[in-house]
């Protein structure tokens, strides 16, 4: 796999349903990063993974958001109970190792909650 | 003060002009600058990528990184319509360890008008 894969592409959610988004790396890399970009807002960290571990979550709102890496499959970015402030485009970047400077980015999940 | 600032825009400009973006941040532990570009709903593609101080130059395009007076810029020369994208600059702590989370501007919406 030579690119991050992120699917699906565009999700519609009522209010009060689960969102997930889930986040393919590219091959051989185990470390991935999720930001969230809110309009009039720009692109924001949220959580920062390895895999089975969960290094930085500090830019994760406290309720409704989780996070998980397994050791296999994709990694996954679970809002529960959605609301329409979660609206937005979420891009995940993946790297072979931490301390990467550039991992390369997906092309994004976009969440319209109706 | 945001930790990252810059100017959204839009900046409208015929083909052929020289385009200047620029950033400015607070956080003096910074190394790592970055200058993406972004499509309409696409995901970030990296431009330039700088440590520390100084400029690069990689063919239209020149970064140039201020360290004391914490400004970064994105020169292009010869712009075309094929430039037309929203430019958003990113820094990262090497302070951080392995952790390089990136801490984005607005992004500034371009318009190159053949």
């Known amino acids: 796999n030579a690119d991050v894969m992120q699917n699906p592409r565009h999700l519609v959610r009522r209010r009060g349903q689960e969102a997930r988004l889930r986040c393919s790396p590219m091959?051989?890399?185990?470390?991935v990063y999720w930001y969230r970009q809110l309009p009039e807002e720009g692109l924001k960290f949220m959580v920062y993974?390895?895999?089975?571990?969960?290094?930085?979550e500090s830019g994760m709102p406290k309720e409704r958001f989780s996070a998980e890496f397994p050791k296999e499959g994709p990694s996954i970015l679970r809002i529960q109970q959605v609301v329409r402030g979660d609206s937005a485009a979420y891009f995940c970047?993946?790297?072979?190792?931490?301390?990467?400077?550039?991992?390369?980015f997906g092309p994004g999940t976009r969440l319209t909650v109706l | 003060q945001k930790e990252v600032e810059q100017d959204p825009g839009p900046l409208s400009v015929p083909e052929g002009a020289i385009v200047s973006l620029n950033c400015t941040y607070s956080?003096?532990?910074?190394?790592?600058f970055m200058w993406y570009r972004q499509y309409s709903r696409k995901g970030p593609e990296l431009l330039m990528y700088t440590y520390s101080s100084g400029n690069k130059e990689d063919g239209r395009f020149t970064a140039q990184v201020d360290k004391s007076s914490k400004y970064i810029s994105l020169f292009i020369r010869d712009s075309q319509p094929s430039d037309s994208a929203t430019y958003l600059c990113?820094?990262?702590?090497?302070?951080?360890?392995?952790?390089?989370?990136?801490?984005w501007g607005l992004g500034t919406s371009l318009a190159v008008n053949p």
């Open positions: 956080n003096s532990a910074f190394q790592y």
């Open positions: 091959k051989g890399h185990s470390h």
């Open positions: 993974l390895q895999k089975e571990n969960i290094i930085d």
């Open positions: 970047a993946s790297s072979p190792f931490g301390g990467d400077p550039i991992p390369p």
């Open positions: 990113a820094m990262s702590d090497e302070n951080a360890g392995n952790n390089r989370k990136l801490i």
